[in-house]
């Protein structure tokens, strides 16, 4: 079957091992004059909010599913705080700026880690041009899915929306797919908002 468009999809067994295509944003914006231009300085700031949990679906629920979003929390930050430095907006600014009416008002009751509207006001905030949301999805104990996107806060373009099937040590494959995906934002926000190819060199 083939791989949606707008999808890059990697499998992940033992060892972190890349498989995946680029995403329908990407490939246009190559294509394309005006999706090409820089949306943003190379400096411009990042806010990033935790990681969601989803696992509804899943064959079977336990209550350590909830340390996998908070693992990928730690790692997704930690990785954009290495390579961003600075540009990355604290954890406790984005923390009060989503529990503001301002950001609350655009979630229908629902978390702001999983609203892109929510993500947008909580940027606006913060003046960071950037937003990243993602969440982990459980399937079974063995399968697992981390999607993320990196949205554009000014015009609420997707720039990245990628989606990672994990499959192997479920601690393992969280950190893999979280720094992956980090390592794609900072590449994207370095070259203001042009995403490429996946996988591409130098962070």
Same mark, same amino acid.
């Given at each position: ?8 999809? &990697?499998l ?20 394309d ?6 949306r &943003? ?10 990681? &969601?949990?989803?696992?509804?679906q ?32 604290g ?11 301002a950001?609350?008002?655009t979630?229908?009751?629902?978390p702001c ?16 041009p ?41 601690? &393992? ?23 490429t ?7």
């Amino acid at each position: 079957m083939p791989i949606p468009r707008g999808l890059a999809r &990697a499998l992940l067994v033992g060892l972190p091992l890349l498989a995946a295509t680029p995403t329908a944003r990407s490939a246009s914006a190559q294509s394309d004059p005006v999706r090409s231009r820089p949306r &943003a300085a190379p400096t411009a700031r990042v806010i990033v909010l935790p990681v &969601a949990l989803y696992n509804a679906q899943a064959n079977v629920q336990e209550s350590s599913d909830s340390s996998q979003a908070a693992l990928s929390t730690e790692v997704l930050t930690g990785k954009l705080q290495e390579l961003l430095g600075r540009q990355l907006v604290g954890r406790g600014q984005v923390d009060s700026a989503a529990a503001a009416p301002a950001a609350q008002a655009t979630t229908g009751g629902q978390p702001c880690n999983v609203i892109v509207a929510c993500a947008r006001q909580v940027g606006k905030t913060l003046g960071a041009p950037w937003a990243v949301i993602a969440k982990v999805s459980k399937t079974s104990n063995l399968i697992w899915l981390f999607t993320g996107q990196l949205i554009h806060v000014p015009s609420g373009e997707i720039i990245l929306d990628d989606s990672t099937e994990l499959k192997g040590e479920t601690r &393992a494959m969280v950190r893999a797919g979280s720094r992956i995906f980090a390592e794609r934002v900072v590449r994207a926000v370095r070259r203001g908002g042009v995403a490429t190819n996946f996988p591409t060199t130098d962070p």
